[in-house]
Structures are given as structure tokens and as C-alpha cells.
DNA sequence: CTATTGATTGCATTCGGATGCACTGATATG
DNA sequence: CATATCAGTGCATCCGAATGCAATCAATAG
């Protein structure tokens, strides 16, 4: 039975003449042929960790190598249950550029494979979730929210999941984020011992997790430290939001002197507002801070005040702390969160 | 023997108690059984195209839902031969950061999936080539420089390869781009017949292609028009390295009037430069232009005269190209050619 | 010299869905 | 009424690598 069938590989890899060419895929039978081995052996060959002698070692890499042949990972996933890849969920708006870079990075180290969806429409975290299920996914890292429904599938599939810059007190949802309340009491901190007293804040929107999270803390030291209630606007995280924002801010008689943005990108929208259209001077008449370590902030006309997040630590960490789901399923469930970095820029008026 | 099979997966499902909880997946069989059919009216059922009568198919979709079943991709690949899959291979300085989020948005429409290459090290490129052709993705798309060698390996397996934004002229290598050339072309023009004369050009890396491109185009209108020589300086197209750039341009005793740069971000850093370290205004002292269509750029405090690459079209060209030359692997090589559009903003000095 | 141990190796089976083939009815045609 | 046609269906097999088990073989121990 396996002679027949090793013939009949035979057969048809030696009828070169196919004209579509794409050429039968090498299979581990091809190469166990030219060797003169079993099908095992070569499996065991390319499975580290296998006990295989030197001399055979040697033999099947030999054939291997003049057949070009590569393991079939479809294959390989079908019998192992380990696809080795990781779904990675990112909404359009959020995040870093080269949060993909890095985890990509992360990922190589350790022999993963992104499979990536990005959402902009609700109805594609459904889509994904059940592509990434097709395909039988490792585990999860989002960047985007998901709904307590969603995770709740994922859950039950017994699929591990991390949210990265995400915290969530759902069961089971993993998470590693940046500590945004803490960031922010800083930056108010600041502005206020600088001597700040009307403050602007212009969050983002109301859904938003993180933009909640940043404007509860920012509420809260102003509170506590005796200042009076701040004039809040919502808008939408991006440059124009944030120009817009400005606008509705200083519109009225009392302008603030400080303003406090949810993310750098409308702090730079800000900026550019006071400047150009309001005529005010930054830092001079007005402050502004922003929140993310967005690159353009540092640039020199902006030189933005603003805590960064530790991009770099927090993939390193949802990565890691994935790993060790994928490992060992029934690890409780863990927050790990990260302090910002305050960055002084030149952008608020803090001594 | 099917019916002992189809037993073994009842008895395995019913035993519930598992502590590893993960359960076992739910597989054809098990929709077959519940529903009272044969193993390949579930296959069929999940399968477009194929015929199911009515009755049946309401039947296995009942037993499907209940048992939440999905079917298995990596078994399907196995068989079929196609993954679905495209390999995406970007290098982590390339473009346009919402460049995924589109081709992300196109595949979903074509019912594809993304795997995601970041290539950091040189060694990473023959990583991803070995590791996408272990996935048997269907499909390449490649917004990264690939080797010769590189390119041929994926041709002899039968790999359609698609790049984008970068024109190659070597065999197979299908390509969509934007007509740098041509569009580099046009600023020097608007810059010349608005009176500028002497030239300063911040191209990229002297390997880069694309900056090869633009700056053999903006060489060639120069002596077309019989200006002189311009200055030619090479950069890394980040935004310090333009400042940097500029402080070169600017440091002898002829300054120049017109500044184009290989790309919007070095642009930027020259804008800077020139306003916040030599005190030049721009675009009354000097005129500045990019190549791009990178967001930041058209800002308030920049407004950068720019030619704007065609993204969207280019991504929708190139997923179309591969897919065809999925569907039709004997296709002839071709090469898709955007022009860009100029976009007149108030960095430079053309009336 | 024989028994024991452990490292290699091959065989047969498995993963889960797709599909060629043969078979069943039912409808259409002459 | 006999026959051609065809949509539906089940059976058996296949895709390509991994692995439990048994067999083999060499080396070490007694």
C-alpha cells in the first residue's frame, strides 16, 4: 500500500512536462523516496526535538535540499492542533503605526505568524472572529474593542485572549495597557502647580474605553486637588476633531489657559488652531497637552507635553503573557499595566 | 467503519466532563450525525456552489447552529489547495499607515485573509518568503524591496506575486505603482515657471528604488527645462534626517531657492529646519515640496505642495491583479501605472 | 555469551473536509 | 409506459505530516 503510493508520487513528480507548471507540491514522501527512508523519519527530521540519527539526519537533509522541499504547514496544523498563528484586531483609528512593526517583531522571535484583521465596520469583529476561528487560531491580541458578546465566543472556544492598550473587567479578558488615570494626574499636576486654573479638556468619544479612562483621571486630581470643574468637549481623535474642538473651546468669554487632550493628534490640532486661526501663543497664552507619544508631537513645532506609552513594553508583555496562555490555558486571568512616560515638551507652560 | 468513526465522536463530545475544557473541536462528523446524514451533505452544504436540496440544507444548518459548528479552514486548505490566504510583506519604513486598513478592507470583499510580514532585518525577507510558502498563501502582495533571488524563488513555486509602489522590471514580477517620474515632473515645472533656479534635492537612500525614481525624474525636467545642476543630497526619509538634510543644503554660501524631497516627511523636516533653526520663511525665502500624500503634511503649519500617490486605486489595482493572476496563473506579467495627483499647497512659491 | 536498556526506525493510523463515482428517485421526453 | 435526464445523496478515498506502537539493533551489564 504505501510502495503503491510512494510510486504513484513518484509517477507524477517525474512528469515534469505538466504544462501549468506550478509543479506538484514536494511532500515529505518525495523526499523520504530520494533518501531511501520512511515518511516518518523526514517528518521526524524536521520536528525539533525528534530523536534521529546523524547519519540519516544528514541523508534527508541532503534530499530535502535538492528537492526544495518545505514542510506543509496546513498539514502539519491539521494533525498538531497548533497553527502557530495569532490573530491580531486593530480598529482603523486606533494605535501606533508601528505597534504592527514591533509585534511583528515579538512574533518572529517566537516562531509566530500574524494573521491580521482590521476593523471599520461593526459587523467585521464578527467576520473576524469567525475567520480566526476557521483558521484555528493560536490566540488573540485586539487592539480594538470587542463586545462582551465577542469575547464571550472566544472564550468559550477556549481561545486565548489579550487586549493590548484595552483594560477590561470582563472574565477571562486578559489585558496589558498603559496606565492612562495616572498619566493624566501627572500632566494636571503639572499644569496646576504651574499655575493653571481654567482648564479645557477635549476628550474623545463618549464610547471610547480609553478616552473614559483618560478623563476620569484627569477629573479626578483636578478634584482633588480643588480646581474648579473643568469645560469638557467630546470629539473624535483626529486632527480636525481636535481643531474643531478648540474652536468650540475658545469661543466663549472665559477662554481656558490650559488644555487638556485625549490623544497628541488633537493636541496637535489644537496647537495648530491656537496658532493659526486664533492667534494665540503656545505656550504663552494658552497650554496644550496631549496623550500617546504620537512622533509628529515631538517634532520641533510642536514639542508636545504629553506622557508616553510604552509601546515597546506592552507588546513585549501581551505577547508574553499570550504565550503563556497558549501554554497553560487554565492561567488565571491578569491585568499588567503599564506607567506612562512623561514627556516636558515645550508645548504647555510648566516651568 | 463510518459509523464506528462517527460513534467514537459522539462518545468523545458526550463526555462533557473534561477538565481541560477546551472541547474537543466540532467537526462535520458530528453535524452529520445530529442531523441524520451523510459526513459529505455537511461538506456540501458549507461549500458555495455545490447542490443540497432544501430540505437538507435547513436541516444541517439546525444541527450546525446548535452544535456551533464552523467548518475547519486548515482541513479544507489541505484538500483544496488554496488557503485563501495573501501574504502581505511590507518593510517597517514603507508606507502609508492606513495602507493595511484598505487592502484589509478589500480582501475582506473578496473573502481573504491577510497574513501580515514586517520585514525589520535583512534576514527577515527569506524568513517570510519560507514561512508564506509554508502556509501555501495563494498570493503575495509585497510593499517591500525583494531581491532578484527572492523574486525567483517565489515564481518557481507558482507564487503570484503582486508589488505595490515599487515597479520592478524583473521577469514575473507584477507591479502596481504611481508614476514617480512624471509627478516629480510637475513640481519642477511649477517650480521653475514660478521662477525658482537653484535647486536643492533631499532624496532617500541611494538603494532605494523609489527615491531612484523620483530623483531621475526630477533630474530629467531640470535639464529638459536647461536649469542648472540642483544640489543633490541623500537622506533616509525621516523626519530628522530631512532637517538634517536641509542644514546641509543651507550651510554654503548659495542658498537654494527650492527644496524637493524624495518624500512629505523629510519635506516636513526641512520646513522646520528652515523656520524654527535658520530663520527662513517659507515659502518667501524658500520653497519646499514633497511626494507622498502623507496626512501630517497637509496640516495647517505645513500645507505642503506635494503630489499625492493614488493609495486607494493602487491597493484596489493590486489586489485585483492577484487575484487574477490566482484565478489565471498563465497571465502575462504587467505593470499598472497611477499618476499622482499634484496637490498646490502653500509650502512653495508657484503662484 | 546472554540479558537488558535505550536509541532509531518503519508501519499504520489519524486529523477534518472535499470530491469522484455510483446509485436513487423524480421529472421530462418520445 | 418505457426511457433519458438530472438533481441529490452516500461511500470511499485523498490531501501531507505527526505519532503511538512494535520491531530492530547496538551497546552495556551481568
Not at 497548533?82 to 491580531?88: G, K, P, Q, T, Y
Not at 461593526?122 to 476561528?133: K, M, T, V
Not at 477662554?255 to 503656545?282: F, H, Q, T, W, Y
Request: net charge neutral.
Amino acid at each position: 500500500m504505501t510502495k503503491t503510493r510512494t510510486a504513484v508520487h513518484h509517477d507524477a513528480s517525474s512528469s515534469s512536462g505538466d504544462p501549468q507548471a506550478i509543479g506538484r507540491m514536494v511532500t515529505s514522501y518525495d523526499v523520504a523516496k530520494l533518501a531511501g527512508v520512511s515518511q516518518s523519519a523526514v517528518s521526524r527530521c524536521f520536528t525539533p526535538g525528534k530523536s534521529v540519527s546523524e547519519r540519516m539526519r544528514t541523508k534527508i537533509m541532503r534530499a530535502a535540499d535538492e528537492l526544495g522541499y518545505q514542510p506543509n504547514a496546513i498539514a502539519r496544523m491539521l494533525i498538531t492542533k497548533r497553527s502557530n498563528l495569532i490573530a491580531v484586531i486593530v480598529s482603523n483609528l486606533s494605535v501606533n503605526p508601528d505597534f504592527a512593526s514591533i509585534l511583528s517583531q515579538h512574533m518572529i522571535e517566537r516562531g509566530l505568524n500574524l494573521l491580521f484583521f482590521t476593523l471599520d465596520q461593526d459587523a467585521d469583529a464578527d467576520r473576524a472572529i469567525q475567520q480566526l476561528w476557521q483558521y484555528r487560531v493560536d490566540g488573540v491580541i485586539s487592539a480594538a474593542e470587542l463586545s462582551v458578546e465577542q469575547i464571550g465566543v472566544l472564550r468559550e472556544r477556549g481561545i486565548p485572549l489579550v487586549f493590548i492598550n484595552r483594560l477590561y473587567d470582563v472574565m477571562g479578558a486578559n489585558s496589558v495597557g498603559c496606565d492612562h488615570a495616572e498619566g493624566e494626574g501627572w500632566l494636571i499636576e503639572k499644569l496646576v502647580s504651574a499655575g493653571h486654573s481654567r482648564f479645557g479638556i477635549v476628550a474623545g468619544p463618549e464610547a471610547s474605553v480609553v478616552s473614559r479612562m483618560r478623563l476620569r483621571g484627569a477629573l479626578d486630581k483636578l478634584a482633588a486637588l480643588g480646581c474648579a470643574a473643568p469645560q469638557v468637549v467630546h470629539s473624535d481623535f483626529t486632527y480636525a476633531g481636535g481643531r474643531e474642538a478648540m474652536r468650540g473651546l475658545c469661543g466663549g468669554k472665559k477662554r481656558p489657559d490650559a488644555i487638556v487632550c485625549a490623544n497628541d493628534l488633537m493636541a496637535i490640532g489644537c496647537i495648530d488652531e491656537a496658532r493659526l486661526a486664533l492667534s494665540l501663543k503656545v505656550p504663552d497664552d494658552v497650554s496644550v497637552v496631549g496623550f500617546d507619544g504620537y512622533a509628529p508631537g515631538q517634532w520641533g513645532g510642536y514639542q508636545l507635553t504629553t506622557v508616553r506609552q510604552p509601546v515597546a513594553s506592552m507588546v513585549k508583555a501581551a505577547v508574553d503573557m499570550l504565550v503563556a496562555r497558549i501554554e497553560e490555558p487554565s492561567m488565571a486571568t491578569e491585568k499588567r499595566v503599564f506607567s506612562g512616560e512623561l514627556v516636558e515638551g515645550s508645548s504647555a507652560r510648566i516651568d
